[in-house]
């Protein structure tokens, strides 16, 4: 699996990129188009780098002199066929599933980190969804408000802000979570008010007599654990080519039944169970946040470890 990098550059220093990108077992496909590039003015250069070796290649080529008037862009074939794509994977420790390519992470969670009127549909209408789950006391309205919910892009973003200490990131993460979840908590009540007032849910409702559905306002040791591992398999599906486990995490994690349960509590002037689902929906964030970077954590150093142990041997062969 390899990682196609275009990058538009400067001419007094396109050959230096062109020479960094020949130096490496793991790049292949480069190819230097001079002066073909209007916008910005200057040469057009393509290769494909082994997605193990593609933060490493890039961090390198952001030490030239390409930006300000250059750029470097990067996405990932769908299909790579071809002798020179299994010599530049072979020449590159690790394996392309355990690769993460930081760039990409980061340019993923700022794209879904954003605080759009988007966002706040989403994060409205699964508080909306669950609390018509609670009511009806119906997991599977409760699972399909885990899903709609767009929460983990901003906890994700948050986790990367951390690790990388991303100031930008960290601030549009957190104001996506701190103005996302009140807005979606006030528009799930008052929705729930006009549901009393037209008669669809009734006067007086016992949140404790759930059978199915009350563990959404009850943390128990098992909440922060259920996080935790929830929060690392998320990291995980967004740092590696396994996005689809994704859907299994968010069906995993009480955050947006929790907030929606906060929002019918206080409807019905429940302070416990405000309470109980406040703190559920606290637990959640900071436990999925701490998971995240643990995760990110340990990826980099492996990755480097890995790094470190190839550099070493291909010194060895020399």
Partial sequence: MLIHLRI?????CSNDVVELLEQSDSVTNVVHLRGVAAKPKGDLILSDVAREDASAVISRLRELPIEPHGSIAVDEPDAEIGEPFVRAEHAAAGLPSDAVVWEMVRARTSEDSELSLSFLSFMALAMMIAAAGIFLDEPILIVGAMIVGPEFGPLAGVSVALVQRRGELAARSLKALLVGFPVGIVLTLAVTEIWKLIGL???SFDL??????EFIANPDWWSPVVAFLAGAAGV????SAKSGALIGVLVSVTTIPAAANIAVAATYRDWDQVGGAALQLIVNLTTIILAGVIT?????????AMRRRDERRRTIAT
């Fill in 8 to 12: 538009v550059a400067p001419e007094h």
């Fill in 208 to 213: 404790e007599k759930r059978v199915l559905t």
């Fill in 296 to 304: 990110l954590l340990v990826q980099r150093e492996v990755q480097r």
């Fill in 201 to 203: 849910v009734p006067d």
């Fill in 236 to 239: 995980l599906s967004l740092t």
